[in-house]
């Protein structure tokens, strides 16, 4: 069993930058894959960004390419999301999630995902 804890959410304006953190329990974080997901009101939920464990390969959603950038410290069993250059259109409830499998690899699919954190609230005003 995995825990994760999402913080760093907020209220900011267009334009404006947070960081996400997500704390995972357990002795195996260097081997997972992390990802962050999010879900608007009345959307599903979609990929963000992701990360793979051992080889820290990233893969990003196309509309946030070039604002947000996902990283990982192992020695901290932590993975963050910065997000630069906040729109409107960012705003959801953030979910950080980990891949079990995702050692070397990664994935943009939610079933691939075995934990769930329960998420962060990220809201850009205009």
């Known amino acids: 069993q995995v825990q994760l804890v999402e913080s760093g959410g907020g209220l900011v304006q267009a334009g404006g930058s947070l960081r996400l953190s997500c704390v995972a329990s357990?002795?195996?974080?260097?081997?997972?894959?992390m990802g962050w997901f999010r879900q608007a009101p009345g959307k599903e939920r979609e990929f963000v960004a992701a990360?793979?464990?051992?080889?820290?390969?990233?893969n990003y959603a196309d509309s946030v390419k070039g604002r947000f950038t996902i990283s990982r410290d192992n020695a901290k069993n932590t993975v963050y999301l910065q997000m630069n250059s906040l729109k409107p259109e960012d705003t959801a409830v953030y979910v950080c999630?980990?891949?079990?499998?995702?050692?070397?690899?990664?994935?943009?699919?939610?079933?691939?995902?075995?934990?769930w954190g329960q998420g962060t609230q990220v809201t850009v005003s205009s």
């Open positions: 357990g002795r195996t974080f260097s081997t997972y894959a």
């Open positions: 990360i793979s464990g051992i080889a820290t390969s990233t």
């Open positions: 999630a980990a891949d079990r499998r995702g050692r070397w690899g990664l994935s943009r699919i939610r079933n691939e995902y075995d934990y």
